[in-house]
């Protein structure tokens, strides 16, 4: 167990930049530990990163790879929640395209009863992201009315399960009729297609002229003044993406106005200890919905190791849900 396979970036650019490669077996650190993977979640951080343009924070691992379900394989000096052999999902900070990652004991959670491994490697970022972005940064309540852009990518997915469980009222935007579907199958009250209507004028007339209480966007763009017009009073606007660029020149009129919230964060720098707060919540408000089946992460497809840069292919084209790559 002294070298691994691993998916390297060979230089930044498309998907044919990722390339199978050896390294070291990672060493856990104090409260860390060393899982050897079963699966890793593809998500579009990972493609920023083969792109250039999201690089690893400093003292994380430059293989991509953010999500991983696995079995614990050693243990750190200091670890006191895990045994050798348990099952787990962990959120990293890099390196999950490989055959072993280490994570911190505080980004571990046991898999969700009711979930299969690749399930499991399919839910800590996309769950930790709409947790603390929408619950936590946003206090969604019951009785509320949510937007979500991107109704079909692994955080929309995510996010119109959780809101609707919760209490929501959920709204969502895609850019395809087939897409739409899909997302009001989940729970989406309506979902425009971006592509044929304008959701501000659609949303308004939804609700009666009110207009949405949390929106939260991938987009950013020219969909930050259009948030702004939909957004209800006291209304929250939460960013935690830039498809369409961060530069924009709004009117900050409607702020003021309205007396609306506009926030955004991200997740991968923070701490361990910051994104364990945020392992707590989730395993005490939604590994129950797991469980008896409340919430699941939707799935598109899978890979093998040895396909990751079809994977991103995949992730850069049409897709549903979420993609992982198995390691076996």
Request: net charge negative.
């Amino acid at each position: 167990m002294a070298t691994m396979r691993c998916i390297e970036i060979s230089e930044p650019g498309g998907p044919e930049a990722l390339v199978m490669g050896e390294r070291p077996v990672p060493q856990p650190g104090e409260g860390e530990l060393l899982i050897k993977v079963q699966v890793a979640g593809v998500n579009r951080p990972d493609a920023m990163q083969r792109a250039g343009k999201y690089p690893p924070p400093p003292g994380a691992s430059d293989i991509p790879g953010l999500e991983v379900s696995g079995t614990v394989e050693a243990l750190g000096e200091g670890v006191s929640r895990y045994r050798v052999g348990e099952q787990v999902c962990a959120l990293l900070s890099g390196g999950g395209y490989a055959e072993y990652a280490v994570a911190h004991e505080l980004c571990t959670l046991p898999v969700p009863d009711g979930l299969s491994m690749e399930e499991a490697a399919a839910v800590p970022e996309t769950f930790f992201t709409v947790w603390t972005n929408v619950f936590e940064r946003s206090d969604l309540a019951d009785g509320s009315t949510f937007l979500v852009h991107g109704g079909t990518s692994g955080i929309g997915t995510t996010a119109i399960q959780l809101a609707k469980a919760f209490g929501a009222t959920v709204y969502a935007t895609a850019g395809s009729d087939e897409k739409c579907r899909a997302a009001e199958a989940l729970g989406a009250e309506k979902c425009i297609n971006y592509r044929d209507a304008d959701f501000v004028e659609i949303l308004k007339e939804a609700t009666g002229g009110k207009g949405i209480d949390v929106i939260l966007d991938m987009v950013g763009g020219d969909y930050v003044a259009r948030n702004m017009k939909v957004a209800a009073k006291h209304g929250r606007i939460v960013n935690i993406a830039f498809q369409k660029g961060s530069k924009v020149e709004i009117n900050l009129m409607p702020i003021m106005l309205k007396r609306l919230t506009m926030t955004g964060s991200t997740l991968r720098i923070r701490s361990p200890e910051e994104k364990g707060r945020i392992a707590e919540s989730l395993l005490r408000y939604v590994w129950p919905m797991f469980a008896d089946g409340r919430v699941k992460p939707v799935m598109d497809r899978s890979f093998p190791m040895a396909g990751a840069a079809d994977s991103h292919a995949a992730l850069d084209a049409d897709h549903i849900g979420k993609i992982v790559l198995t390691m076996g």
